[in-house]
């Protein structure tokens, strides 16, 4: 859901301390997942926590008006599909060991 417009950003005051205390380099640990990313914090890394551990989060330009959360998930995905799937799977990987192994012997 979106926050207001007239409300304006979440900001999380204590984050924005951390990041004038920080070195370069150092990475900013947080619980923060519903802080949006503002300018001031382009360039830093956060270590995001997704309820198991700390998910390094290098801000980029393209990030700023997102929350801390949306780069560092919470469950992990495993793929889509079952028996088919991995059949198509082992084809392709056969297929490109074939590949691999006609490219070895060009060069021979």
Known sequence: MARSLK????IYEKLLKKIKQAKPGQVIKTWARSATITPEMVGYTFGVYNGKEFVPVK????????RLGEFSFTTKFSKHGGRM?????????????QQMRALKETKK
Do not use: D
Not at 59 to 66: F, L, P, Q
């Open 85 to 97: 799937q991995r059949e198509l799977e082992q084809k392709q990987a056969e297929s490109q060991a």
């Open 59 to 66: 801000i980029r330009e393209e990030m700023v008006g997102h």
């Open 7 to 10: 409300k304006g950003p979440y």
